[in-house]
């Protein structure tokens, strides 16, 4: 089964420096890639997904992830964050066949912008 | 104009009623799914309806029943409620069922159900 991992419960960034998020899933394939942000008391907004092609993917509000099959990874980054970036951040993975057609969501990272 | 809607925004009820949350969506998609955000933030999917037809079924206790008047609404229906079931519970929509599309989902703002 496919699995999702986000090993930073929590991450604390000045407001304009850099912020990378990190995410690693396990499957065999490769899977369909998300990264979904929600704002306090919001539903999830979608960020950016890869699917295949270029492994560099630009999503909104600046965002951008890159896909390494070698480390099964698909960090988020962003290179200035702005105080509304704080949110919960959350990596899913969707599997590419049919079959138990899912969106494993990882455990999320709280962002928290401080001045 | 919003594209996913939820109602009620909040539910505080107790030990073992029955209740109803109800979403809509006017993306005019297929598919459309609830999850169980627990309070540690962990998103599960419950359910997932494609046009009126369950798809998945999560192993969820059967107190909780989803139900599809039409491609446009799912609603859930929970009886006998826990004090296990307080969480917030999302409901979300995607426009075709059969490619990888299906996971660009969107997502209502959530119920906050507290069973006391």
């Known amino acids: 089964a496919q699995s999702v991992t986000q090993p930073d419960i929590h991450i604390t960034v000045s407001e304009g420096a850099s912020l990378e998020l990190r995410c690693n899933y396990s499957?065999?394939?490769?899977?369909?890639l998300f990264w979904y942000v929600q704002s306090p008391g919001q539903g999830l907004q979608l960020l950016l997904k890869?699917?295949?092609?270029?492994?560099l993917v630009q999503g909104i509000k600046g965002f951008e992830a890159e896909f390494k099959r070698s480390q099964s990874s698909f960090n988020l980054r962003k290179p200035s964050v702005h105080w509304s970036d704080a949110a919960e951040y959350f990596c899913a993975v969707g599997l590419s066949n049919f079959g138990n057609e899912k969106l494993t969501f990882g455990t999320g990272t709280r962002l928290t912008i401080i001045p | 104009d919003t594209a996913v809607s939820q109602t009620p925004k909040y539910l505080v009820t107790q030990m073992g009623n029955d209740k109803s949350i109800k979403c809509e969506q006017n993306?005019?998609?297929?598919?459309m799914y609830w999850y169980k955000q627990d309070s540690k933030k962990f998103l599960k999917i419950m359910f997932s309806?494609?046009?009126?037809?369950?798809?998945i079924n999560e192993t969820v206790p059967n107190r909780f029943s989803p139900k599809s008047p039409d491609k446009a609404h799912l609603n859930l229906h929970i009886n006998s409620l826990e004090l296990g079931d307080s969480a917030v519970y999302f409901c979300?929509?995607?426009?075709?069922?059969?490619?990888?599309?299906?996971?660009?989902?969107?997502f209502g703002p959530g119920t906050r159900l507290t069973v006391t």
């Open positions: 890869y699917f295949s092609g270029d492994t």
């Open positions: 499957y065999g394939a490769t899977p369909y």
């Open positions: 979300a929509s995607s426009q075709d069922p059969w490619t990888g599309t299906k996971y660009e989902q969107y």
């Open positions: 993306l005019g998609h297929d598919t």
């Open positions: 309806y494609n046009n009126k037809e369950l798809i």
